[in-house]
């Protein structure tokens, strides 16, 4: 029993990555390794975020108490400013144009993130002895991860495009900013309210299934209008 529900979680979480690689086109075009390099940049970054947040920042300021403290959520967000960063040279380094470009980058950021967050987790956890639905949500959490990460990497693109519509950049800008702080705004409004997990799960779902629609939006204008 253990070891099935250890199984059930695995495909829950890898399932949809090894989807979107096939179905996307991803395998014609061999991005493969491209994907690698994304996950080697994103432990990269993760390990420079740590170094700052043990530098800079107090660890009992910053570190959660069970407790939501906006303060301490602005300044942990503010460090994942680093992925942006990140992710921004993932998209400098991988050659070509149109989706696959986006979603290689996206697709290999998530994949290294649900690796290392819940890989070791899912090892210890999901194997033990009681069935809990935690590992159940934690799985369907990566999959939202995955939306919001393809996302991301959308936005970085548009914002560095000199010809996106004028129009566009403030809706571009603001999102790009929503996604930088959206432990403090989403988080802190669901644990004001006391939403439960799966209303909770629910309720990210559609916040970045709807941030994911307006980028595809903004995207599919503008590789209309330069024909990529």
């Known amino acids: 029993m253990t070891l099935y529900h250890f199984g059930n979680c695995v495909a829950l979480i890898y399932v949809p990555y090894y989807l979107t690689y096939k179905y996307s086109g991803l395998s014609e075009y061999g991005a493969f390794w491209k994907c690698i390099q994304a996950g080697?940049?994103?432990?990269?970054?993760?390990?420079c975020k740590?170094?700052?947040?043990?530098t800079f920042f107090d660890s009992e300021n910053v570190s959660s108490s069970g407790e939501f403290n906006f303060i301490a959520e602005i300044l942990r967000s503010s460090v994942d400013i680093a992925d942006l960063l990140g992710l921004a040279f993932v998209l400098s380094r991988i050659p070509g144009k149109g989706h696959s470009k986006l979603i290689t980058a996206g697709l290999g950021w998530a994949a290294a993130e649900v690796?290392?967050?819940?890989?070791?987790?899912?090892?210890?956890g999901a194997r033990g002895a009681e069935f809990s639905w935690i590992y159940i949500q934690k799985c369907l959490e990566s999959n939202i991860s995955l939306i919001q990460h393809i996302s991301t990497s959308t936005l970085l693109w548009l914002f560095s495009r000199h010809d996106?519509?004028?129009?566009?950049?403030?809706?571009?800008t603001l999102l790009l900013a929503a996604t930088i702080y959206k432990g403090v705004w989403l988080d802190g409004v669901l644990t004001i309210a006391s939403v439960g997990p799966w209303a909770t799960l629910a309720i990210k779902a559609l916040v970045t299934c709807a941030m994911g629609f307006v980028s595809l939006h903004i995207y599919t204008g503008l590789a209309q209008l330069i024909g990529i």
């Open 164 to 172: 996106l519509h004028k129009k566009f950049t403030p809706f571009v």
């Open 115 to 124: 690796i290392l967050s819940r890989g070791l987790m899912l090892w210890v």
């Open 40 to 47: 080697g940049i994103y432990i990269f970054t993760q390990l």
């Open 50 to 54: 740590m170094l700052v947040l043990a």
